[in-house]
């Protein structure tokens, strides 16, 4: 009998496929002592089988590319942390064993995190991810990961680890439902990427026994679980509507009006440009420098290394716009030469644009290495602070990029409710926004980004959420510059087709959202956005916004 489940959709698309659950390792190896004579030695094992992960990581993050090589690169460093690996050096020298050691370390620092209510623990998923494939490779048992499969198959996951997400194979994974995880969640973020259909958050995705025939909506997040044939059927012409609509649908985003609304796409480094071209980007509204940064934690990479990377990613869109995001790091992004050690709340501290200048050497470089790569170069040039909370932030932005000779417009990133709110002031020092609406979402609702439990919180739909983009819109026009949404809420073309009724004025996004959003945007005029965007607004909740613009797209 046909029943429906639903979670939260993530990556649009339609998957019918029979469920095959994700493999786990043998979680908690036995507890026993070892004599003092063997501690030297059980040290060294568990070095190298972190080591020997860590390299795994990082030859996964290479061969996938992109914004998953920063993620990966991310779970590398996490392995090899020092005070971890302190840690387990330290039990071991007590008679744990090394595949003890590692269990108990990171069990400790698991525990600490989670209970502290911080950002990082977001990252909890990941931290599992690590210690399984580490105990796993002592222990000599099989590592976490994708079933073995001849048959494609729909894969069914408490939650995915980047290792796995990044390295998915479209055509034998159709779709994955996660009973964790959230609309920005790196999964998420990933499987949009992929362009594989995607729900996270089902709570109850565990029952779903294996072999069952399951239908995957990653547009409305609904689990059609024993999908009749008329479903079946059904589910299938909308998809192929859906295909030959976004095969029909080209050139450069606009309402069906002809109002412009630029596409572009968010890039994470060179290797996601391909992608971004493929699919009719305009330019690129938010290239992610982080993944520079990532290789080394002790240091900042070379100006000439960076140089290096920004042009190849300037070059691809010569006669378009491309949006550099300055490095990001603290929270979840740890740099050893940059982020502060003992912060009770990385979210909360010295991250994004603070700690750029509390290293002015670091913001320079990187700033002087972005002036140099664009020489001689057509393409539009616009760079953006990450996490700017008021005007002194945005002048100080400023005024290092005229230092560095940068000729470039200036720009901030809205993340931070106080900027949203206090947007016209922060626009007297520079000429454009970008909303960054998941750190925007988890600063206005207190909800971290990264744990399914707060995910209604998350919901870029959320009507307070739309109140902050339209403020900091209308901000933006009544000065006469531009306000951009870079965040995953623009991959979402319903929602997209609000915003711009908001009065957003260009909309980037992973490569494989653009022409979904290209035909949404492209089935409706300007005025039908801004009814649309209207409704949403007077509604109280995330699924009543839905519905409130729904409706009236669809002319009820």
Known sequence: METTLRGVGVSHGVAIGEVRHMGTAVLEPPAKQIPAEQAQQEQGRARQAVEAVAADLMARGATAGGEAQAVLEAQAMMAQDPELMADVDRRISDGSTAERGIYDAFASYRELLANAGEYLAGR?????????????????????????????????????????????????VLGFVTVEGGPTSHSAILARALGVPAVVALANAGELAEGTLVAVDGGSGEIFVDPSDEKKALLEAQAAERKAALAASTGPGATSDGHKVPLLANVGGPADVPAAVEAGAEGVGLFRTEFLFLDDSAKAPSEEKQVEAYRQVLEAFPEGRVVVRVLDAGADKPLDFLTPADEPNPALGVRGLRSLLDHPDVLRTQLTALAKAVEGLSVQLEVMAPMVADRADAKAFADACRAAGLRAKFGAMVEIPSAALRARSVLQEVEFLSLGTNDLAQYTFAADRQVGAVSRLQDPWQPALLDLVALSAEAARAEGKSCGVCGEAAADPLLACVLTGLGVTSLSMSAASIPYVRSALASYTLAQCERAAAAARATDSAEEARKAAEAVLSGA
Not at 131 to 154: C, F, Q
């Open 124 to 172: 909890v998923a990941d931290l599992d991810d690590v210690r399984n494939r580490i105990v796993a490779r002592l222990l000599g048992v099989p590592m976490p990961g994708l079933p073995d499969s001849d048959e494609p198959y729909v894969l069914v996951a408490r939650d995915l680890a980047p290792a796995d997400t990044a390295l998915l194979d479209p055509a034998l």
